[in-house]
Nanobody, 121 residues
């Protein structure tokens, strides 16, 4: 079964921290680079953090130095530790492969329901 479940979002004040978690089915996670994507209101979804199957991590410039991505291969899990949060970090956060997972050739991209992060005072 193809499934991604994101959790850990919420409302936080500027400067605060959150830790997002993602549980993915083996079909999505196995031997695949994984990433956290963010979709801010009125904007396109963007990849903000990526971890390769071997553990190499890359970040969008907007989150570099504040966000840390990690993966637990034994649990098919991906995490995003977010610190020094800013209002611009507000959005829905999604976990997926990089490139994003398609259940079949020619099919649409599979996305989970995401988890909402709101940074506001």
């Amino acid at each position: 079964q193809v499934q991604v479940v994101e959790s850990g979002g919420g409302l936080v004040q500027p400067g605060g921290s959150l830790r997002l978690s993602c549980a993915a089915s083996i079909s999505i996670f196995s031997s695949r680079a994984m990433g956290w994507y963010r979709q801010a209101p009125g904007k396109q979804r963007e990849l903000v953090a990526r971890v390769s199957s071997g553990g190499l991590k890359t970040y969008a410039d907007s989150v570099k130095g504040r966000f840390t991505i990690s993966r637990d291969n034994a649990k098919n899990a991906v995490y995003l530790q977010m610190m020094s949060l800013k209002p611009d970090d507000t959005g829905a956060y999604y976990c997926n492969g990089d490139p994003p997972f398609r259940p079949a050739i020619g099919s649409g991209i599979y996305w989970g329901q995401g988890t909402q992060v709101t940074v506001s005072s």
